[in-house]
């Protein structure tokens, strides 16, 4: 297995500061090893990065929300996100979900996937088939039916070539849908990229979400990214109102030093200049996607 390099061990703040309970999206917990054994054939191991180097991250940048994604290394064993959803939000009021792998809802029994659910967890993600995850037609049927059950959303991974032929797994769907990482299409290929196509596509349908997402992987250029903002300002304006963003720290399956995530919300205002728009990204929209109780608006 592959050594990958861990996250930027000093965050800073953005240069301007965020709107009160602003979403950090996509991020992803991983050890003590010791702890949280990798499951065999796991398709990579990411250094250590527990909940409280994240909540220390979100107290840094100013993100008072979150999502931990699971990430394949655990498959359905979900401990290391249940016990990071315990410690973030203690006591207080619920201001981090859960999103959990797929192979869980095939893997698992009913009473496994309630215990997600009060937990916080509220979909699954359909994770790229080179992370050693996949599913036949009648599995995939299972699954997706088994989210319609719990009433949580899918979560699409895009393939490192794009979104656009894995989607059609999905395109009928009628429950919400987040397709994460811009779809992963190329930004030097403008609206003739495929997967962006399609994403413009789905987009005009109520429930396809997209995450502004893997700038500093999709970027030819390298920091500061400038030839990904036309592509996040091309699904911005397409649908305003369902784009999340997310960091997804520690930044998985990374070969070059990964981004400092101050930087990274830097570019988000550039992709969203406006403080409307930037509220709608941070706060409104993953609201609404997850489910954030509204309550803890009033006390923020």
Same mark, same amino acid.
């Given at each position: 297995?592959?050594?990958?390099?861990?996250?930027?061990?000093?965050?800073?703040?953005?240069?301007?500061?965020?709107?009160?309970?602003?979403?950090?999206?996509? @991020?992803?917990?991983?050890?003590?090893?010791?702890?949280?054994?990798?499951?065999?054939?796991?398709?990579?191991?990411?250094?250590?990065?527990?909940?409280?180097?994240?909540?220390?991250?979100?107290?840094?940048?100013?993100?008072?929300?979150?999502?931990?994604?699971?990430?394949?290394?655990?498959?359905?064993?979900?401990?290391?996100?249940?016990?990071?959803?315990?410690?973030?939000?203690?006591?207080?009021?619920?201001?981090?979900?859960?999103?959990?792998?797929?192979?869980?809802?095939?893997?698992?029994?009913?009473?496994?996937?309630?215990?997600?659910?009060?937990?916080?967890?509220?979909?699954?993600?359909?994770?790229?088939?080179?992370?050693?995850? &996949?599913?036949?037609?009648?599995?995939?049927?299972?699954?997706?039916?088994?989210?319609?059950?719990?009433?949580?959303?899918?979560?699409?991974?895009?393939?490192?070539?794009?979104?656009?032929?894995? +989607?059609?797994?999905?395109?009928?769907?009628?429950?919400?849908? *987040?397709?994460?990482? +811009?779809?992963?299409?190329?930004?030097?290929?403008?609206?003739?990229?495929?997967?962006?196509?399609?994403?413009? =596509?789905?987009?005009?349908?109520?429930?396809?979400?997209?995450?502004?997402? *893997?700038?500093?992987?999709?970027?030819?250029?390298?920091?500061?990214?400038?030839?990904?903002?036309?592509?996040?300002?091309?699904?911005?304006?397409?649908?305003? =109102?369902?784009?999340?963003?997310? &960091?997804?720290?520690?930044?998985?399956?990374?070969?070059?030093?990964?981004?400092?995530?101050?930087?990274?919300?830097?570019?988000?205002?550039? @992709?969203?200049?406006?403080?409307?728009?930037?509220?709608?990204?941070?706060?409104?929209?993953?609201?609404?996607? @997850?489910? @954030?109780?509204?309550?803890?608006?009033?006390?923020?």
């Amino acid at each position: 297995m592959p050594d990958y390099l861990p996250f930027n061990p000093h965050p800073r703040p953005p240069a301007a500061p965020l709107p009160a309970l602003a979403c950090d999206s996509q @991020f992803h917990v991983f050890g003590p090893r010791e702890r949280y054994p990798v499951r065999p054939g796991a398709a990579y191991e990411m250094p250590t990065a527990t909940w409280q180097v994240a909540q220390r991250l979100h107290a840094t940048l100013g993100l008072q929300r979150g999502v931990i994604v699971q990430a394949t290394t655990y498959g359905a064993d979900h401990q290391v996100v249940l016990d990071a959803l315990a410690g973030l939000n203690g006591t207080g009021p619920r201001r981090y979900l859960g999103c959990a792998n797929a192979a869980v809802l095939l893997e698992r029994d009913d009473d496994y996937l309630a215990t997600l659910h009060a937990a916080g967890v509220r979909g699954a993600r359909f994770t790229r088939g080179g992370l050693g995850i &996949s599913f036949g037609p009648a599995e995939m049927d299972r699954a997706l039916a088994r989210v319609r059950e719990l009433g949580w959303y899918v979560k699409v991974q895009p393939e490192p070539n794009g979104v656009a032929e894995q +989607m059609k797994a999905f395109a009928d769907l009628d429950v919400p849908v *987040l397709v994460d990482h +811009m779809g992963r299409a190329d930004p030097a290929a403008g609206d003739a990229d495929p997967s962006l196509r399609c994403l413009l =596509q789905l987009l005009e349908r109520g429930n396809f979400w997209v995450m502004l997402s *893997l700038s500093e992987k999709l970027s030819h250029q390298g920091e500061p990214w400038d030839d990904v903002v036309p592509l996040a300002q091309r699904l911005l304006q397409a649908a305003p =109102q369902r784009c999340v963003w997310g &960091s997804d720290w520690p930044h998985p399956v990374s070969v070059k030093q990964p981004p400092n995530e101050g930087a990274l919300l830097d570019l988000l205002r550039r @992709f969203a200049p406006d403080d409307t728009t930037l509220r709608r990204v941070l706060v409104d929209n993953p609201a609404e996607f @997850f489910g @954030f109780d509204a309550t803890v608006e009033a006390t923020a």
